[in-house]
């Protein structure tokens, strides 16, 4: 064998190291495939985690600030909540009256109509209205009735305005963010939780009078499943309202 021919075997690759450069090759482009895999992952459930945030944050924002208003009176007359005008606009309340028994207004009540774990039913007095513009009826103007309640079958929170139209907000048949709020163990969470000038929690009837905080909790899950497990991603927001307005009117509860 010459000189030559040793320096080629010399430079050359056996069979074996060719077989392992290949097999390291492998492991490499499959820990980079891996990685892209998981990040990709984590990048969707990301993003469904953002979506589900935006949608549920959105409307307990809308919630909030409606509620907030809740027995808004510029007049300062009880006779507001007891007029014959008010009573004929709930009387018309067929949305509402299909969930719950509607109240016959009461100055005791204010502008809080009705209150349980998953049914709040408000009122207030936006006008002015007519000529002159005068305060002091309420369902003489759009949206001085609002009323919210969740739906376990549907899985929806519904909004009513002013005795006409009732519209899913979220969950139910919408597109995007599900709600659980029934689902949640080991016990349902209300969409609804009452608290009183001490911070302690309203149960069983509520006193409305005696409301001064409303928590709106809202347990969103993410529309798509993670592929990784099955399941959707389950988070629970809740907002605390202070419903002002409501408490000019009842100093001593």
């Known amino acids: ?20 450069g290949v097999v390291v090759g492998l492991i490499i482009v499959a820990g980079v495939y891996g990685v892209m895999v998981l990040t990709q992952r984590t990048s969707a459930n990301l993003g469904r985690r ?18 907030r208003m809740a027995s808004f009176n510029p007049s300062m007359s009880g006779d ?12 018309a309340c067929s949305n509402v009256k299909a969930v719950i028994t509607v109240p016959t207004p009461t100055v005791a009540n204010r502008g809080i109509l009705y209150a349980d774990a998953n049914n709040l039913f408000i009122a207030m007095d936006l006008g002015p209205e007519g000529s002159p513009p005068t305060y002091g009826i309420i369902g003489d103007a759009d949206n001085e009735f609002i009323f919210y309640s969740y739906n376990a079958a549907t899985q929806a929170v519904r909004r009513s305005i002013s005795c006409g139209g009732n519209q899913a907000i979220l969950g139910g048949d919408l597109p995007g963010t599900r709600i659980y709020n029934n689902a949640v163990t080991p016990s349902a969470l209300p969409l609804f939780q009452y608290f009183d000038r001490t911070g302690t929690e309203l149960t069983g009837t509520i006193n409305v009078p005696a409301i001064r905080r409303i928590r709106i909790n809202i347990a969103a899950e993410t529309k798509d499943v993670d592929p990784a497990t099955q399941q959707r991603k389950r988070m629970i927001y809740s907002t605390d309202v202070l419903v002002r307005n409501h408490a000019v009117f009842m100093p001593n509860f």
């Open 1 to 20: 064998m010459t000189g030559r021919d040793n320096a080629m075997r010399k430079n050359g690759f056996t069979l074996v190291e060719v077989l392992v």
């Open 80 to 91: 507001t909540w007891i007029n014959s005008t008010t009573t004929g606009a709930i009387d």
């Open 50 to 67: 953002v979506v589900t945030q935006q949608d549920t944050r959105l409307v307990l924002d809308f919630m909030a600030s409606e509620i």
